[in-house]
Structure formats: C-alpha cells, structure tokens
C-alpha cells in the first residue's frame, strides 16, 4: 500500500521538509502519497521538481489536494 | 552665499542643511551596488570631511551630511580620484533602483542590477521637467516598488497552456494569485484570461506535468508613479517588453514624451492625467516601431 502523509495542518516551511523526510525513508521509484492544502502545493510541487522526484498524479477533492509522488534518484542529500 | 549658488550646488548633489555653513552630499549610486573599494572611500571622506556619519536614503542612494562649505571642493575632488560620484538633484533623472535581480535571486525573471546601469548611463542627471524616478523589481514579487517611480520596471514570467500532458488536476488554478486561470475537465480545457495575468510564473512553477509552460519572459513597465504628499501608483503601459534593449526604447520614449508635454515642476504622473495615458502609450508604440 502507498505510505500518506498529511500535512495539511502544516505550513511552509514544514510542509516540504515533511515530505523530504518521507521520501527518504523510502527507496527510488517507490511511490508517497500526500494530502495538503492549496497553501502548499507552490512550494512543495516546485521543491519536489527541483530535486528530480516525479509527480505521478495530483487530484483536487473539495479543498484538499491528493498527490502521488514518485521517489528518484536524489540530487541532494536528506540532511 | 547667495539664494542662486545654492541652488546651483542643489543642482549638483550638495543639499544645504539645516546647519549653517553646512551641506549634505548626495553620492552617486547605481541600482544600490557599491564595491567595497568605493565603501572604504566614502568612509574615509566621511571622517575627513564631514562628521564620520553617512545617511543611507530610502533610494538606495548615500549622502555624507555635514561637510563645510569651504570642504565640498576637495571633498568632490577627493571622491572623484576614488571612482565615487556625486549625486544629483533638481529636475534630472535621479538615482535608478534596483533589486539583486535574476543574477543573485532565485525569483528573478530578469538582471535588474544590469538594466539599473544601462539606464543609468543614459538618463543619470539628465534634465527633465521635473524630478524623474526609475525603479526596477526582478520579479512579480516588486520588492522595488516598481508603481512608486515615475517609470518602474517588473520581471515578468508569463504561461501558455498546452493540452497535451495536462491532467485537469486543478493546480494551477489554485495557485494563481490573481485567480484567472480556470480548469475546466468537462470541456478539455484550461483557460487563462491574460489581461488579468501579473507574470508572477507561479502557474507554470507548480503544473506538476509541464503543461502549464513559460511563454514569454521580460518585464512589464510602469508609468506616472510617485510618492511625496500626494502619493499615487504608476499604470501598467504597453505589453511585455521582451529584451533590456526594449525597456530601454520604452523609457526613451517616455523620456521623451515627458519632455515634450511636461510643465516645469510637474511630475510625470500628472502631465500623464492632463494628456492622458493613452496619448503616452500611442508616443511610445511610435518611437520604439521606428527604432526597433
Ligand atoms: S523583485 Fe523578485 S527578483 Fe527582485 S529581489 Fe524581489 S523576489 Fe528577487
Ligand atoms: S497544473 Fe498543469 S496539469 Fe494541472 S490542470 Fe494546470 S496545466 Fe493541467
Ligand atoms: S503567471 Fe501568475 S498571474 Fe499569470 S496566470 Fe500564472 S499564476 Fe496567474
């Protein structure tokens, strides 16, 4: 099963650091689902796609925002 | 002193100041860079000249208060052999602002700190009916105020969408600040109602599949801005100016028709409410299709 995170209680900067977190637990091509709101999805969809991770799906439901995310290769390090 | 050497020295950055036999002198600074070589020459002729104080205006600009009428002479000499010029005041065009642009921020659309100097080079103290303010913002964020200048300059970043690879998932919808993008699913479309568009990107940054794409990328341009007693904001004039050489044209031309319509003591703002701006914008189109 896709792991799901939500941070739609969180704001930026957290909202992108805890995707960070959950996608380096997690090995390449494996795929995080996480739930936020409108706020973040600038931030957090620009960072992911600056670090080369894939953004497989997004779909709007009432106010919330689903997204599935693709872990690649990371250019960077998680520290 | 007579009222007339005054306002000659006013003319040439050398403000009298409250305290008699006394001046304030406004130095030359392009787009808020300065070398730390100038730096240490204007601390050096602050502590010779005037009282070891330097006031830092709210346009990036520098002056060295309380020099003595009998200094300023060897004060701008001294200056001068240390590449640091001295300021203008009076009805010129003045100190040309500028943010870190493209080049140091990770926002910018354009060089703003690059456009800053090639304006500059052309328009510094040259004269006009009244005092004339140009201001240049990297971006859509404007941390330079772009409406508060006579002529203000804005990066601009503008989308396109392509059918092709858009999933309808809403996102860019959701992200525009000005709320003129419309996904519509139903219809296979995603419109974006671009008279409203302020080239802030954000569209094309957050579309996950790329769908959203940079169409055009340059700046915008501002005109009849000023603060002062009666504040009002610039108008936003022409298309997207595609090029530095473009915004250069554009400003010309604006300089241009300032001079031509403008009463003396007039700021541009209003000379554009007498002729209104249409009659600026249709002097701009003119001058830079014969240029370009
Ligand atoms: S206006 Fe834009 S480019 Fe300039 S400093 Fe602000 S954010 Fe950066
Ligand atoms: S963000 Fe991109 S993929 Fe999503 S609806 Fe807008 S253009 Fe289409
Ligand atoms: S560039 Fe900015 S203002 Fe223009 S459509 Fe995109 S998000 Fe909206």
């Known amino acids: ?79 | 002193m007579k009222e007339a050497d005054y306002k000659e020295l006013k003319k040439g950055g050398m403000m009298r100041q409250r305290e008699a036999g006394h001046f304030s002198v406004r130095l030359h600074v392009v787009g808020g860079q300065m070398t730390t070589g100038q730096l240490c020459a204007i601390r050096e002729a602050a502590d010779r000249f005037g009282k070891g104080t330097v006031h830092l205006t709210t346009r990036q600009g520098m002056e060295i208060p309380s020099v003595p009428t009998e200094s300023l002479a060897s004060l701008k000499e001294f200056l001068s052999d240390s590449g640091v010029g001295v300021g203008v005041c009076g009805p010129t065009v003045r100190t040309v602002t500028a943010c870190q642009g493209c080049r140091i921020c990770p926002s910018g659309a354009i060089d703003s700190p690059a456009l800053a100097d090639a304006v500059d080079r052309e328009f510094y103290g040259k004269p006009v009916p009244h005092k004339f303010k140009v201001g240049i913002s990297g971006c859509a964020n404007n941390c330079m105020k772009a409406e508060e200048n006579d002529i203000g300059i804005k990066g601009w970043i503008g989308p396109a969408w392509n059918k092709e690879g858009c999933t309808f998932c809403g996102v860019c919808e959701a992200v525009c600040p000005t709320k003129i993008v419309k996904v519509s699913e139903d219809d296979g479309r995603v419109s974006v109602d671009l008279a409203g568009c302020i080239g802030c990107g954000d569209c094309i940054e957050a579309c996950p599949t790329g769908a959203m794409e940079e169409e055009t990328r340059g700046c915008q341009i501002f005109a009849g801005g000023k603060f002062g007693r009666v504040p009002s904001l610039g108008k936003r004039i022409l298309g997207v100016l595609r090029s530095g050489e473009e915004a250069i044209a554009a400003i010309r031309a604006a300089v241009d028709f300032f001079r031509i319509h403008g009463k003396p003591r007039e700021r541009f703002g209003d000379t554009l409410r007498r002729t209104g701006f249409e009659a600026l914008e249709n002097h701009m189109t003119e001058r830079m299709g014969k240029s370009a």
């Open chain 1, 1 to 79: 099963m896709t792991p799901m995170l939500d941070i739609t209680r969180d704001v930026c900067p957290m909202t992108f650091v805890k995707v960070k977190m959950g996608l380096s637990k997690m090995t390449t091509s494996e795929h995080l689902e996480v739930r936020l709101k409108e706020e973040a999805l600038k931030n957090v969809i620009s960072s992911l796609k600056s670090e080369g991770h894939k953004i497989v799906r997004v779909e709007k439901q009432g106010e919330i925002f689903h997204m599935v995310i693709e872990k690649s290769e990371t250019r960077s390090s998680t520290a």
